[in-house]
Each structure stands twice: as structure tokens, then as C-alpha cells.
């Protein structure tokens, strides 16, 4: 325990900063020379002799001089490594701005790279479900043949104002389609008449075209055009021009607003 | 031999012993001087407190500045690996923002 003191005392004393050490042996220093001035000059005037305390004072003051010149040694060499180690700290500082330097390209690179890889990950990931879902050239060079006979993107070169086609499925077509035709399939049987619609719009599809006496006596008539069937085909309106007078026709009568807006 | 009489001049230039003689010598004689040299005295005492005071790099005892030197050459040997490890790296062009 005692050796752990003394240690720790040393510690502790070796740990004394310099300056504290010089100012307290100054403070010694002026202590010891008032001491002995005093004494000197009190013995002169006094003329009483002195048992030997000057010259105790006088030894300590040599001991502390001497003390004081080799703190002032030590002070200036002190100095000198201060000023190395305001050199050291002025490098480390520079170190430290290049490699902060340094860390925030890397930053930046990091941040073009994973960018990339995203967006080129996004990429092989359309290229991917583009190839799952791959159509053929053919077909898609059909369909498009097919959108733009039933002149649905660009009127006919002949269209003139007063023509009742459009580029979009009219009341009359409608009616005439499909599913016009299934609800109206049991009334039709009962009175034998489709609506005058169907019959002047004059496209039926092929699977109504047999069932009822009346559509075939109209085909036999040559009423009903030549179905379009046929994918790449329209119709010339010459053709059809018997089923335009039976438009116009009905157009009064029903409330297409196709005819309406000619 | 010359470093040598520059160290003992400069060990004097911080002792206070030559002065004290200078005061009792003055005293002996019964000099007029003595309180010249008694101010001498405590003028030198005052410019050491003052040249103390402005001395730098004394806030802490010789081994505790030697081991922070010793800490402070470490960290430029390891900054400057570092810094080296990082430019022998693959480095990339960045282009500048436009």
C-alpha cells in the first residue's frame, strides 16, 4: 500500500507542470535572499552573533538557485518541443483535410455506382418482361393493318361532311353487333323485324347472318354488303351506298346523333 | 569549448546569486548603492516571473510532452499510411456537375 502511495506521490510530483515548479522556486529564491538581507542587516546593527542561521539560509538559497537555472534548462528545451509539436499538429490537421477529402470522393463514387446498378438492374428487369411477353412482328404489323382499315386513326380520303362513317363504333353499329343482337334475339323471333338499325348500319355478323328468314332475304337482296370478314379490307363506300340512303333514312327516325353531327 | 562557455553564461543570465553577493557586498561597505542593488534584485526577480509567464510549451511536465510528442508522431505515421493505402486505391474520374 505504501509503495502504491509513493508512486502515486511521485507520479504526482513528476506530473507537476514546469512553470509551476519554476514560479514556486522563484517564489523560494526571493523568500531566502529577504531572509538573509534581513538577517545580515540586523546582525550589523545589532552586533549579535549568529548561531550559524545564515549560513543554513544562505545554502538553501544556492540549492534553490540552482534548482531554478536547471528548471530554466529544462523550460527551454520545453520550448523547442512545443514548437515540433505545433509543426506535428499543423500536418495532422493537413492529413486529416485530405482524407476528408478523399472520403467524400469515394462518397461521391459510391453514390454514381449505385445509380447505376440500380438503373441497370431496372433494365435487365423490363428486358426481361419484354421477353416473357414477346409478341411477333407479324402480328402486331396485322393489327395495325387492322386499326387503320376500319379507318379509325385517319378519315377515308373520300370522307366528305354528310358521310355517316366514323372512326368509332356507331349507335347503329352497336345495336347491330353481337351483343346488341342477343337481346334483342327473343323479340326478333316473335316479330321477325330486326332494328332498322342493324339492317342499315348492313354489318351483321356472320353468326346471326343464318338464323333469321329476314337477314338472308336481305342478303339475297343484296342489301347487306360483303361482311368484312376479310381483315385487311374495308369496304369502298360505293359499295355501300345503298346502306348510306337507308342511314339517312334512319337516321330520322332513331336518335343516333351521328347523322346529327354531319 | 566555446558551447561550453555559452552554457555557463547562460546558466548565470538565471541566477540570482551574483545580485544577492552585489547587495551584501554593498552592505558590508555601508554603500549608498545598497538600495540601488536591492531594486536590481527585485527587478530581475519580476522579469523572471514575467519571461515564466510567456515561456510556451511549460503547462505540463517534461514526460507528459513527451508522451503527447510521441502520440502526435504516431498519428502523422498512421494518417500518412492511410492516406497512402487510399491513393494506391483504383480511383475514379468524377466529372465535375455542369
Redesign the interface.
Same mark, same amino acid.
Not at chain 1, 72 to 79: D, L
Given at each position: 500500500m505504501r509503495k502504491r502511495g509513493e508512486t502515486v506521490m511521485a507520479a504526482a510530483a513528476? #506530473?507537476?507542470? /514546469?512553470?509551476e515548479k519554476?514560479?514556486s522556486t !522563484?517564489d523560494d $529564491?526571493?523568500v531566502l535572499?529577504r531572509e !538573509?538581507?534581513e538577517m !545580515?542587516?540586523l546582525s +550589523?546593527t545589532q552586533k549579535l552573533p549568529q548561531p550559524g542561521e545564515d549560513t543554513d539560509i544562505l545554502e538553501l538559497? &544556492?540549492q534553490r538557485?540552482k534548482e531554478?537555472?536547471e528548471l *530554466?534548462? /529544462?523550460? &527551454?528545451?520545453?520550448?523547442k518541443?512545443?514548437? #515540433? *509539436?505545433q509543426a506535428?499538429?499543423k500536418?495532422?490537421e493537413k +492529413? @486529416?483535410s @485530405? $482524407?476528408q477529402q478523399?472520403q467524400k470522393? !469515394?462518397k #461521391?463514387?459510391e453514390h454514381?455506382l449505385a445509380t447505376a446498378v440500380y438503373q441497370a438492374k431496372e433494365k435487365l428487369k423490363s428486358i426481361e418482361k419484354a421477353r416473357k411477353g414477346s409478341i411477333s412482328s407479324e402480328e402486331i404489323i396485322k393489327y395495325a393493318h387492322r386499326i387503320s382499315a376500319s379507318n379509325a386513326v385517319c378519315a377515308p380520303l373520300n370522307w366528305v361532311p354528310g358521310d355517316p362513317r366514323r372512326p368509332y363504333p356507331t349507335d347503329l353499329e352497336m345495336r347491330s353487333g353481337i351483343l346488341g343482337n342477343m337481346s334483342n334475339m327473343s323479340t326478333n323471333g316473335v316479330n321477325g323485324h330486326l332494328p332498322g338499325d342493324a339492317l342499315a348500319a348492313g354489318r351483321l355478323p356472320d353468326i346471326l347472318t343464318p338464323q333469321y328468314p329476314w337477314q338472308s332475304a336481305d342478303v339475297s337482296m343484296g342489301i347487306l354488303p360483303p361482311h368484312h370478314g376479310n381483315d385487311f379490307g374495308l369496304e369502298p363506300p360505293g359499295h355501300n351506298k345503298e346502306n348510306e340512303d337507308d342511314v339517312e333514312a334512319m337516321s330520322t327516325d332513331s336518335s343516333s346523333s351521328s347523322s346529327d353531327s354531319d | 569549448m566555446a558551447s561550453a562557455v555559452a552554457v555557463v553564461e547562460e546558466a548565470e543570465d538565471y541566477s540570482f546569486l551574483p545580485i544577492i553577493h552585489d547587495v551584501i557586498k554593498c552592505m558590508d561597505k555601508d554603500s549608498p548603492d545598497v538600495h540601488q542593488e536591492l531594486n536590481k534584485l527585485k527587478t530581475k526577480i519580476q522579469e523572471a516571473r514575467e519571461q515564466i509567464a510567456a515561456m510556451p510549451g511549460i503547462d505540463m511536465s517534461p514526460a507528459l510532452q513527451e508522451s503527447r510528442l510521441r502520440t502526435l508522431r504516431e498519428q502523422v505515421q498512421t494518417k500518412n499510411q492511410l492516406l497512402q493505402k487510399y491513393k494506391s486505391l483504383c480511383m475514379f474520374d468524377i466529372p465535375k456537375p455542369s
Open positions: 513528476a #506530473e507537476k507542470p /514546469t512553470k519554476l514560479l !522563484l $529564491i526571493e535572499s !538573509l538581507i !545580515l542587516a +550589523r538559497l &544556492v538557485d531554478f537555472q *530554466m534548462q /529544462t523550460a &527551454v528545451e520545453q520550448g518541443v512545443h514548437q #515540433e *509539436m506535428l499538429e500536418e495532422v +492529413r @486529416d @485530405d $482524407i478523399l470522393q !469515394l #461521391e463514387a454514381i | -
